[in-house]
């Protein structure tokens, strides 16, 4: 058994542990850890609390994936409900499709019983209204040009986007050799409404399968869309790359991508025979994870990689 997860885990990879060790699946054990997380008012990339777009709406993004039958959830721009992970496992579970956006979602959330609640904290809202000060703000409704207009002047708000946003990543193996991964996230502070990142793309941001392994990714999602990186990574582990290889290969297909930008790139990845590595191309990052005979997760550094 293991499970790994990016840095603000912690909060949850303890629960996470405790249903593989009680004998539950993957499956559970990653959405319970992701609901921590988003529950979580003190980490802005995630659930309640995380940072709004540029109107000052939470929009939250986020994808389940269960290894052993390939079958996905997703959730885009969810607004009002914070469990968007629990959302997306419904979606998985009770759909037919992979993917709800938006009021779609919001609706869906209603029908499952969730209560529609405010996600924007005080704190969140004061980063937010900082980062307009001096800037026009108008009633936008009807007039979505402005907006446009508003987001080219504020540029220098979203130029680093690994400072202003975060997800949570969750990967884990249970005894019966299943995988499942879970990603959840606010994504950019500032961003342009309805704004998509990789975290709800399945191959993007998030990927799963018992045969091979996992991988999920967070930082800059529009590089990770463009290279399908968290199926890159399993598609090398199918042609027999070790897990570290496959990772460094799957960010060697970044480079043309993110080259001579201020973006970043991390990942959480493992193979169907437990291994797990980390990998990102920030200076500094770390990663949590627990496997058979650790009494408690540790903390470890993720190996980085260069971009030039």
């Given at each position: 058994?293991?499970?790994?997860?990016?840095?603000?885990?912690?909060?949850?990879?303890?629960?996470?542990?405790?249903?593989?060790?009680?004998?539950?699946?993957?499956?559970?054990?990653?959405?319970?850890?992701?609901?921590?997380?988003?529950?979580?008012?003190?980490?802005?990339?995630?659930?309640?609390?995380?940072?709004?777009?540029?109107?000052?709406?939470?929009?939250?993004?986020?994808?389940?994936?269960?290894?052993?039958?390939?079958?996905?959830?997703?959730?885009?721009?969810?607004?009002?409900?914070?469990?968007?992970?629990?959302?997306?496992?419904?979606?998985?579970?009770?759909?037919?499709h992979v993917m709800l956006?938006?009021?779609?979602?919001?609706?869906?959330?209603?029908?499952?019983?969730?209560?529609?609640?405010?996600?924007?904290?005080?704190?969140?809202?004061?980063?937010?209204?900082?980062?307009?000060?001096?800037?026009?703000?108008?009633?936008?409704?009807?007039?979505?040009?402005?907006?446009?207009?508003?987001?080219?002047?504020?540029?220098?708000?979203?130029?680093?986007?690994?400072?202003?946003?975060?997800?949570?990543?969750?990967?884990?193996?249970?005894?019966?050799?299943?995988?499942?991964?879970?990603?959840?996230?606010?994504?950019?502070?500032?961003?342009?409404?309805?704004?998509?990142g990789d975290s709800p793309?399945?191959?993007?941001?998030?990927?799963?399968?018992?045969?091979?392994?996992?991988?999920?990714?967070?930082?800059?999602?529009e590089a990770a869309i463009?290279?399908?990186?968290?199926?890159?990574?399993?598609?090398?582990?199918?042609?027999?790359?070790?897990?570290?290889?496959?990772?460094?290969?799957?960010?060697?297909?970044?480079?043309?991508?993110?080259?001579?930008?201020?973006?970043?790139?991390?990942?959480?990845?493992?193979?169907?025979?437990?291994?797990?590595?980390?990998?990102?191309?920030?200076?500094?990052?770390?990663?949590?994870?627990?496997?058979?005979?650790?009494?408690?997760?540790?903390?470890?550094?993720?190996?980085?990689?260069?971009?030039?």
């Amino acid at each position: 058994m293991i499970v790994i997860a990016s840095s603000n885990g912690s909060v949850g990879i303890e629960a996470a542990w405790e249903i593989l060790a009680q004998g539950g699946t993957a499956l559970d054990a990653v959405e319970a850890a992701t609901r921590l997380v988003e529950d979580n008012p003190e980490d802005h990339s995630v659930g309640y609390g995380g940072y709004p777009n540029l109107l000052g709406e939470v929009e939250l993004d986020a994808s389940i994936m269960d290894g052993t039958s390939l079958r996905a959830g997703t959730v885009g721009a969810l607004r009002g409900y914070r469990a968007a992970i629990s959302v997306a496992r419904h979606i998985m579970d009770e759909l037919p499709h992979v993917m709800l956006v938006g009021e779609g979602a919001e609706r869906f959330a209603a029908e499952l019983g969730y209560q529609r609640e405010q996600l924007l904290t005080p704190a969140a809202e004061q980063t937010w209204r900082a980062g307009i000060e001096g800037r026009e703000m108008i009633d936008w409704a009807g007039v979505p040009e402005l907006v446009t207009a508003l987001l080219r002047r504020s540029g220098g708000l979203t130029s680093d986007p690994e400072h202003v946003t975060g997800t949570v990543n969750f990967l884990a193996q249970d005894r019966a050799g299943r995988i499942a991964s879970a990603v959840s996230t606010s994504g950019w502070a500032w961003k342009y409404p309805g704004r998509l990142g990789d975290s709800p793309i399945i191959g993007a941001g998030n990927y799963a399968d018992d045969r091979y392994g996992a991988a999920a990714c967070t930082g800059w999602g529009e590089a990770a869309i463009r290279a399908g990186t968290a199926r890159s990574v399993v598609l090398y582990l199918k042609l027999g790359y070790s897990l570290e290889d496959a990772c460094l290969e799957a960010f060697r297909d970044l480079v043309p991508i993110m080259r001579g930008t201020a973006n970043a790139m991390s990942m959480v990845a493992i193979d169907h025979q437990g291994h797990h590595y980390a990998l990102t191309t920030a200076e500094e990052r770390t990663y949590v994870y627990q496997a058979d005979g650790m009494a408690h997760y540790a903390e470890l550094p993720r190996a980085v990689f260069s971009l030039e």
